[in-house]
Structure formats: structure tokens, C-alpha cells
């Protein structure tokens, strides 16, 4: 027995207070999914980042690194960010600084970095001591007015300090370079657009408040991504996913053929899609080649530089490359799905989905707070420059009684300030003056100043006063930054492309993604399948588990459909590459498909889409069905044949010429017209030969122009013509006759 353990006895045991576990885990787990939410994974709608982002941007702001000033360390930024705003690793706080100057990442950098950075095969930077950065253009846009009250401030963690809540925003940067992340409960994945396109867009709205998605789309047809690629949606599921802030988009690599002449080719990929490595792609395409899976795939070279090119060399010249490339979207991230869920904080506290327009009209309206912050800020300025430069106006024109009162009074002040009804502020400014401004004191100066400063301040009132000049000066304000990013400059171009995926044709890319191969098919009586290598043609070598034997077996390829029909009258599909290999006995085909224990199988083929089949049951019922319908996609097969037991589907023959000889197992024969046969895709079928007792034995599809061909046990062939046939012609249904003489005593037409 072990010791029992007592918690220690600090002799104030009257300070322990019993806590009911689960709700101290509801309220804990609560401020954590809050703080998560709130301060790290979900960006804020109106300038599109996460705090950490905004904290960098804003620390750079605070050290000068402004475009046109010199690099300075990561290290050092790291620093700043980490101690004065941001108290957490400084490793998190580089990836996101790092990542911000990404050209691959990011669709318009917000930090221009100088080193390494990382690449698109997914290196990581260099460490912070080696590289360093400063603000980008985007980055100025986002802080422009940020000294001018133009948002507000909070306490840093230690509150020596103060950071903004949010930033002025000018550039739409939540929709123009995207976000992602996951807090708790809830995530969020938006792709980067193109600046032009949403200033095009936003300025549309101003005009028309009331504009629907289905306009905005006009504007902006879909995401820009940094890397291009082409999006292969439709319309109409773009709009859907704008609509609901929810859905995704199809992104393909972009490729072209590159003639080798004497009929040879190979393909170039120029542009993968987002976020997808490089590196990784490759590996992936060349482990598939190993793996046999890319059979119309002889190589793939990378002679990437500083531009992507991916080179893939074709199996043959004669390989459609159309097909080629939809099974390489099949199968590799050539082809990725970028998701949409615009899961952002509005008006920076509340998480929920937003549709396209009403992010647009949340920027839009923090644009027009930050005009009218601005404004206020500007009059306030002005208000108190016109008060210091009326009391200049005074100190000028009393210049000698200015000069006697500050020599000659103990507190020349409030002499000054009764003598001439000063305010405090403007006695400050005129004791404050230096001589050598005295010569600056020229009415003329001051009355212009003022002047200026008075026009200006009524232009502030008159803006702040009407709703319609304040759209107007936000309007300009976006047109300032659609010139700045226009499409005609090299960073506004936009680079991912529409198309529609080319029409090719399934059962081609399904084969082209099959190596083909020589196979036989063998399945034993209790349901055992195997394909072995190569087509056999002696199947008296085949063992079998004990008390089974041989049902079928035929020759196919691995690019082949094996269709499987029950005696249930069910129709199972199995591609000739997923069988079992030929060693040991094979595997169940119970495993394979979801086969009804009563029932065994019928038969099986190689499927031919141009065939049909006559399919018939034990009680005589039959009809034509087209080998198309007996495909089925799924394990659960399909019904073909309703048949109920003891009744079984019995017989399945090619449906060949234009007559059908039925044999029942009472020895009677008929031959009538295959046009009285219906075709059917499912169902019992209808009566093919009438008895009194017993059921079918046999039937046969012939053209009654070549006769009716048996062979009887000998192998001996009997072939009897239309005129033979005479006494057996009837119709469906009929009883038939005794069957004519020779015909083997097995009732089956072949022996």
C-alpha cells in the first residue's frame, strides 16, 4: 500500500474556496475563445488585418521606416513590436512580419523586405538578424491620418504606452490582400482581389447604396491571387459565394504547349495556384509517376528561376494534351479549391459572415468616419492658429507698447492681457516670440494666413455639414489610390485569369490515369475474384480453395470496366485496376460490393458501352437492356432485373441480328422477332416463352438471314435456315415445338 498524499497545511485553510468545476471551465474557456477570436485570428473588416499585423505596420510607423527612408533590421522591428504592443514570441511575430513582404503571399505587400524572405517552394526566411524591411506604399496608405485623430487609441498591455484600435484605412485591404485564420468555433479564408477592381466597385456603391452583388460582380469578377492561376467557376457560383460570404473557388494551373517540332511537344506550367509549394507539387506528380498512376506521363522537370516554369514531357506525341492535363487536375494540386468565409470582426467587435457588398459598405463608412475625424481634427487647428494670429495681429500693430509692458512690468501677462482683451493662449504666443521673428510681424503675413486659414476652415464646416460632399471627397480619395494600383501598372495588372474547364471527355481521363495493362479476370462459383497478369488462355491451370471451381474468366485490360450481374438481377461495376492481384485465390466479392448473401454470381464481361444485353429469369421474363444502364458508380450496384425468389435472373446474352430462339427445360423451342422484345433500363420484362410446368433452359440472339447456329456435346455444328425454321416462327409468348432432332440433350444451344 502506498502512502496516502495530504496537501500541505499552510494553516489558513479558511481561504479555500470550493469552485464548481464546470463552470469555472465554461467562463475560462470562454475569455480564452473571446481573446482568440477578438485579438488574434480574425481580422477586423474595415482595414483588413489581425492585431499583430496592424502592431508591426504601426511600430514601423512610430520608428520612421516610411518607403523613401533607409532598411532597418527585422530584429530590431521584431523588437519594437514585441516590448512596446505585443507581448508574445517573437519567432510568431516575424512569420507575420516576414509573410507581409512575401510577394507570393501577399497580393500587395505591406512590407517592402530586403534578404531572404522565403520562397515559393516553401523555404523559410532567413533569420531576423539578417534581413530587414521597411514600410511599402500600401502600408502608408493603411496609417495616412493616424497623427490626425483619425481613429482611436487604447492602452498597450502595460499601458506605458498607446496603439490604435484600428488604422485609417485608405486602401481596401481586407478584400485586396485576403486573410486566414482559425480562432475558436469559428475560421476565416478570404482570397486577395484586385485594388483597381474594388475601388471600381466601391466607388459604385457611393453612387448606389443599394447596389446588389450581382452589379458589384460586374465590377469585380473574382479573387487576384498573388501567384495567377485560373479560376474555372461559373458565374453564377461566384456571385452565390460573394452572396453569402460562404464557398470556394476552383483555381487550375496556368499552361501552354511548347512545339518541338517534327510533331513533338511538351507542356510549360507558368503559374501555379495560391499557396500551393512548388516543391511539394512536384514531388507529389513524381511519386504518382513511380506509382505508375500518370500513364500518360513520361517526366517532369523544374527550370523554375525567378519565374515559374515546370516542364512536363508526354508519354508519346500521339497523347492528347487536353487529357493529359485534366488527369494531372484530377490527381495533383495543379488544380486546389481556395475557400471563401468571410468571417471577419464588424465594426471591430462583432464575428459574423459577410456578403461582398456589405464589406465594401463597412470600409466605405469608416472611410467617411475617418474624413470626418480628420476634418475636425484640421478645424480644431485652425481654430487655434486664427486665435494666435489675432493676437499677433494686436502685438504688430502695438508693437512699442508690446516692447514697453514686457520691459518694464513685474507680470506683464494680464497687463497685457486687460490692456488689449487677450486670450491666455495669445499673450503666450506673443511672450513666447523670439526677437528675431519681430521682423516677421508684417500685417500683411498674418492678414493672408488668416485669410487662407478662414476660407479653409468654412470649406471644413461646409464639408462637415453635408452628407453628399463628404461621399464626394471619399470618392476622390479612392480614385486617388484606383490611379496609384490602376491595372495599367505593373503591380495593379491582374493575374489570375477566368476560364471554363474544357469539355473532355470522363471515361478518357478516367483511362488516362490508368496504366493499361494485359489482364484476365477469374471469378470461382462462391464469389472469389482475382485478376492475374497477362491474358491466359488455358484455365485448366487455375487452383481454387476446396469445394470451388471456375465460373468465369476472360481476358481485359487494366483500363477496363468488369461489369458483375447476381442472379438477384443486380449490376455491380468494378474498374480492372482495383481488382485483387492473382496471387493466393483473390479476395470475396462480397468485400468489393454490397452483394445480397442469397445471391451468386451470373455472370461477368468487359463493359461495352455500344452493346446491349438480353436479360431473362428462370420463370421465362425477359427484356433488351443497354449495357450503359447496367454501370453503376457505387458499392450498393444496381437493380437491373426485379425478380423475386425463388424466381433468379438466369440468362444474359448479346443482343445480336434480328431474332431470338428461346429452349425451355420442357424441350420446346420458339423463334420470334427480337422487335418484340421491349427495351428496358429496369423492370421484370415481359414473357418470352409460355409453359405449363418447368421454366427456361436456354436462349439465343441470331439474324435469321445467317439461320440458327448449336453446337451439340461432340462439338459437332448444326446450323438450321429460315425455311428449316419454319415450324418453330412465332411470337413471344407462344409454347413453341419439340426441338428439332440433333439439338443437344443439355437444352443449352452451345453443347
Given at each position: 500500500?502506498?502512502?496516502?498524499?495530504l496537501?500541505?497545511?499552510?494553516?489558513?485553510?479558511d481561504n479555500?474556496?470550493?469552485?464548481?468545476?464546470?463552470?469555472?471551465?465554461?467562463q475560462?474557456?470562454?475569455?480564452?475563445?473571446?481573446?482568440?477570436?477578438?485579438?488574434?485570428?480574425?481580422p477586423?473588416?474595415?482595414?483588413?488585418?489581425?492585431?499583430?499585423?496592424?502592431?508591426?505596420?504601426?511600430?514601423?510607423?512610430e520608428?520612421?521606416?516610411?518607403?523613401?527612408s533607409?532598411?532597418?533590421?527585422?530584429?530590431?522591428?521584431?523588437?519594437?513590436?514585441m516590448?512596446?504592443?505585443?507581448?508574445?514570441?517573437?519567432?510568431?511575430?516575424?512569420?507575420?512580419?516576414?509573410?507581409?513582404?512575401?510577394?507570393?503571399?501577399?497580393?500587395?505587400?505591406?512590407?517592402?523586405?530586403?534578404?531572404?524572405?522565403?520562397?515559393?517552394?516553401?523555404?523559410?526566411?532567413?533569420?531576423?538578424?539578417?534581413?530587414?524591411?521597411?514600410?511599402?506604399?500600401?502600408?502608408?496608405?493603411?496609417?495616412?491620418?493616424?497623427?490626425?485623430?483619425?481613429?482611436?487609441?487604447?492602452?498597450?498591455?502595460d499601458?506605458?504606452?498607446?496603439?490604435?484600435?484600428v488604422?485609417?484605412?485608405?486602401?481596401?485591404?481586407?478584400?485586396?490582400?485576403?486573410s486566414?485564420?482559425i480562432?475558436?468555433?469559428?475560421?476565416?479564408?478570404?482570397?486577395?482581389?484586385?485594388?483597381?477592381?474594388?475601388?471600381?466597385?466601391?466607388?459604385?456603391?457611393?453612387?448606389?447604396?443599394?447596389?446588389?452583388?450581382?452589379?458589384l460582380?460586374?465590377?469585380?469578377?473574382?479573387?487576384?491571387f498573388?501567384?495567377?492561376?485560373?479560376?474555372?467557376?461559373?458565374?453564377?457560383?461566384?456571385?452565390?459565394?460573394?452572396?453569402?460570404?460562404?464557398?470556394?473557388?476552383?483555381?487550375?494551373a496556368?499552361?501552354?504547349?511548347?512545339?518541338?517540332?517534327?510533331?513533338?511537344?511538351?507542356?510549360?506550367?507558368t503559374?501555379?495556384?495560391?499557396?500551393?509549394?512548388?516543391?511539394?507539387l512536384?514531388?507529389?506528380?513524381?511519386?504518382?509517376?513511380?506509382?505508375?498512376?500518370?500513364?500518360?506521363?513520361?517526366?517532369?522537370?523544374?527550370?523554375?528561376?525567378?519565374?515559374?516554369?515546370?516542364?512536363?514531357?508526354p508519354?508519346?506525341?500521339?497523347?492528347?494534351?487536353?487529357i493529359?492535363m485534366?488527369?494531372?487536375?484530377?490527381?495533383?494540386?495543379?488544380e486546389?479549391?481556395?475557400?471563401?468565409?468571410?468571417?471577419?470582426?464588424s465594426?471591430?467587435?462583432?464575428p459574423?459572415?459577410?456578403?461582398?457588398?456589405?464589406?465594401?459598405?463597412e470600409?466605405?463608412?469608416?472611410?467617411r468616419?475617418?474624413?470626418?475625424r480628420?476634418?475636425?481634427?484640421?478645424?480644431?487647428?485652425?481654430?487655434?492658429?486664427?486665435?494666435?494670429?489675432?493676437?499677433?495681429?494686436?502685438?504688430?500693430?502695438?508693437?512699442?507698447?508690446?516692447?514697453?509692458?514686457i520691459r518694464?512690468?513685474?507680470?506683464?501677462?494680464?497687463?497685457?492681457?486687460a490692456r488689449?482683451?487677450?486670450?491666455?493662449?495669445?499673450?503666450?504666443?506673443i511672450l513666447?516670440?523670439?526677437?528675431?521673428?519681430?521682423?516677421?510681424?508684417?500685417?500683411?503675413?498674418?492678414?493672408?494666413?488668416?485669410?487662407?486659414?478662414?476660407?479653409?476652415?468654412?470649406?471644413?464646416?461646409?464639408?462637415?455639414?453635408?452628407d453628399?460632399?463628404?461621399?464626394?471627397?471619399?470618392?476622390?480619395?479612392?480614385?486617388?489610390?484606383?490611379?496609384?494600383?490602376?491595372k495599367?501598372?505593373?503591380?495593379?495588372?491582374?493575374?489570375t485569369?477566368?476560364?471554363?474547364?474544357?469539355?473532355?471527355?470522363?471515361?478518357?481521363i478516367?483511362?488516362?490515369?490508368?496504366?493499361?495493362?494485359p489482364?484476365?479476370?477469374?471469378?470461382?462459383?462462391?464469389?472469389?475474384?482475382?485478376?492475374?497478369?497477362?491474358?491466359?488462355?488455358?484455365?485448366?491451370?487455375?487452383?481454387?480453395?476446396?469445394?470451388?471451381?471456375?465460373?468465369?474468366?476472360?481476358?481485359?485490360?487494366?483500363?477496363?470496366k468488369?461489369?458483375?450481374?447476381t442472379t438477384?438481377?443486380?449490376a455491380?461495376?468494378?474498374?480492372?485496376?482495383?481488382l485483387p492481384?492473382?496471387?493466393?485465390?483473390?479476395?470475396p466479392?462480397r468485400?468489393?460490393?454490397?452483394?445480397?448473401?442469397?445471391?451468386?454470381?451470373?455472370?461477368?464481361?468487359?463493359?461495352?458501352?455500344?452493346?446491349?444485353?438480353?436479360?431473362?429469369?428462370?420463370?421465362?421474363?425477359?427484356?433488351v437492356?443497354?449495357?450503359?444502364?447496367?454501370?453503376?458508380?457505387?458499392?450498393?450496384?444496381?437493380?437491373?432485373?426485379?425478380?423475386?425468389?425463388?424466381?433468379?435472373?438466369q440468362?444474359?446474352?448479346?443482343?445480336?441480328?434480328?431474332?431470338?430462339?428461346?429452349?425451355?427445360e420442357?424441350r420446346?423451342?420458339?423463334?420470334?422477332?427480337l422487335?418484340?422484345?421491349?427495351?428496358?433500363?429496369?423492370?421484370?420484362?415481359?414473357?418470352?416463352?409460355?409453359?405449363?410446368?418447368?421454366g427456361?433452359?436456354?436462349?439465343?440472339c441470331?439474324?435469321?438471314?445467317?439461320?440458327?447456329?448449336?453446337?451439340?456435346?461432340?462439338?459437332?455444328?448444326f446450323?438450321?435456315?429460315k425455311?428449316?425454321?419454319?415450324?418453330?416462327?412465332?411470337?413471344?409468348?407462344?409454347?413453341?415445338?419439340?426441338?428439332?432432332?440433333?439439338?443437344?440433350?443439355?437444352?443449352?444451344?452451345?453443347?
Open positions: 500500500m502506498g502512502q496516502e498524499i496537501p500541505p497545511s499552510g494553516g489558513d485553510d479555500i474556496q470550493p469552485v464548481d468545476l464546470k463552470a469555472a471551465l465554461e475560462r474557456y470562454l475569455a480564452y475563445a473571446l481573446s482568440t477570436i477578438m485579438h488574434r485570428a480574425l477586423d473588416v474595415r482595414d483588413g488585418l489581425k492585431p499583430v499585423h496592424r502592431r508591426i505596420v504601426y511600430a514601423m510607423n520608428m520612421g521606416l516610411r518607403p523613401t533607409a532598411f532597418r533590421k527585422c530584429a530590431k522591428i521584431v523588437g519594437e513590436v516590448g512596446n504592443y505585443h507581448p508574445h514570441g517573437d519567432q510568431s511575430i516575424y512569420d507575420a512580419l516576414a509573410r507581409l513582404a512575401q510577394d507570393f503571399s501577399q497580393r500587395y505587400t505591406l512590407v517592402n523586405g530586403q534578404g531572404n524572405f522565403g520562397n515559393i517552394d516553401g523555404d523559410s526566411p532567413a533569420a531576423m538578424r539578417y534581413t530587414e524591411s521597411k514600410m511599402t506604399a500600401v502600408s502608408e496608405l493603411l496609417l495616412e491620418g493616424i497623427d490626425q485623430d483619425a481613429v482611436d487609441f487604447r492602452d498597450t498591455y499601458e506605458s504606452n498607446s496603439e490604435p484600435v488604422l485609417p484605412g485608405a486602401f481596401p485591404n481586407l478584400l485586396a490582400n485576403g486566414s485564420g480562432a475558436v468555433g469559428m475560421a476565416t479564408s478570404i482570397p486577395s482581389h484586385n485594388a483597381h477592381e474594388l475601388c471600381d466597385a466601391a466607388l459604385h456603391l457611393i453612387k448606389h447604396p443599394d447596389a446588389t452583388v450581382e452589379k460582380v460586374e465590377f469585380i469578377p473574382g479573387p487576384d498573388p501567384t495567377g492561376g485560373i479560376i474555372i467557376d461559373s458565374r453564377d457560383s461566384i456571385i452565390e459565394s460573394y452572396r453569402t460570404g460562404r464557398g470556394g473557388f476552383r483555381v487550375r496556368k499552361w501552354q504547349i511548347e512545339d518541338l517540332g517534327r510533331g513533338g511537344y511538351q507542356i510549360v506550367i503559374e501555379i495556384p495560391f499557396q500551393v509549394q512548388k516543391s511539394r512536384i514531388e507529389k506528380i513524381a511519386e504518382l509517376l513511380i506509382a505508375r498512376k500518370l500513364p500518360l506521363l513520361e517526366d517532369i522537370r523544374d527550370e523554375s528561376a525567378e519565374d515559374i516554369r515546370v516542364v512536363l514531357v508519354k508519346s506525341r500521339s497523347v492528347d494534351p487536353t493529359l485534366e488527369s494531372m487536375f484530377k490527381l495533383t494540386e495543379l486546389s479549391r481556395f475557400p471563401l468565409n468571410m468571417n471577419v470582426l465594426m471591430g467587435r462583432i459574423r459572415v459577410m456578403a461582398l457588398n456589405e464589406v465594401l459598405k470600409w466605405l463608412d469608416h472611410r468616419e475617418v474624413l470626418q480628420r476634418s475636425r481634427f484640421r478645424l480644431a487647428a485652425i481654430e487655434k492658429r486664427l486665435e494666435i494670429l489675432g493676437g499677433l495681429l494686436i502685438a504688430y500693430l502695438n508693437i512699442d507698447e508690446v516692447i514697453r509692458i518694464e512690468e513685474d507680470e506683464p501677462k494680464p497687463v497685457m492681457m488689449w482683451d487677450l486670450t491666455d493662449n495669445q499673450v503666450e504666443a513666447n516670440m523670439r526677437l528675431r521673428a519681430l521682423r516677421k510681424l508684417e500685417e500683411f503675413e498674418i492678414r493672408k494666413e488668416f485669410d487662407e486659414l478662414t476660407k479653409e476652415k468654412g470649406e471644413i464646416e461646409a464639408l462637415l455639414a453635408s453628399d460632399k463628404q461621399w464626394q471627397t471619399v470618392a476622390w480619395e479612392i480614385g486617388e489610390v484606383k490611379k496609384k494600383f490602376a495599367a501598372t505593373e503591380v495593379g495588372r491582374r493575374r485569369q477566368f476560364a471554363d474547364a474544357p469539355e473532355a471527355d470522363e471515361e478518357a478516367q483511362q488516362a490515369m490508368i496504366e493499361k495493362e489482364i484476365t479476370v477469374v471469378i470461382s462459383e462462391k464469389g472469389w475474384i482475382r485478376a492475374l497478369k497477362g491474358h491466359i488462355a488455358d484455365t485448366a491451370t487455375l487452383t481454387f480453395k476446396e469445394g470451388d471451381g471456375l465460373k468465369v474468366a476472360f481476358p481485359a485490360q487494366t483500363t477496363d468488369i461489369l458483375i450481374v438477384g438481377g443486380k455491380f461495376t468494378l474498374g480492372g485496376d482495383k492481384g492473382g496471387r493466393g485465390h483473390g479476395e466479392l468485400i468489393m460490393v454490397d452483394m445480397d448473401n442469397d445471391q451468386a454470381v451470373l455472370t461477368a464481361f468487359v463493359h461495352d458501352p455500344a452493346r446491349k444485353q438480353l436479360i431473362v429469369s428462370t420463370a421465362g421474363n425477359g427484356f437492356v443497354a449495357e450503359a444502364e447496367l454501370v453503376a458508380n457505387t458499392r450498393k450496384g444496381k437493380q437491373i432485373m426485379n425478380v423475386a425468389l425463388p424466381e433468379e435472373t440468362l444474359l446474352v448479346s443482343v445480336s441480328g434480328d431474332h431470338v430462339a428461346v429452349v425451355g420442357n420446346k423451342l420458339l423463334v420470334f422477332p422487335a418484340q422484345v421491349p427495351e428496358m433500363s429496369r423492370g421484370k420484362g415481359v414473357r418470352l416463352q409460355r409453359y405449363k410446368d418447368g427456361i433452359s436456354d436462349v439465343r441470331f439474324a435469321i438471314s445467317d439461320g440458327l447456329v448449336w453446337e451439340d456435346s461432340a462439338g459437332r455444328t446450323t438450321k435456315n425455311d428449316e425454321l419454319a415450324e418453330w416462327l412465332g411470337d413471344r409468348a407462344s409454347a413453341g415445338r419439340t426441338v428439332p432432332k440433333g439439338f443437344p440433350r443439355s437444352g443449352k444451344f452451345a453443347g
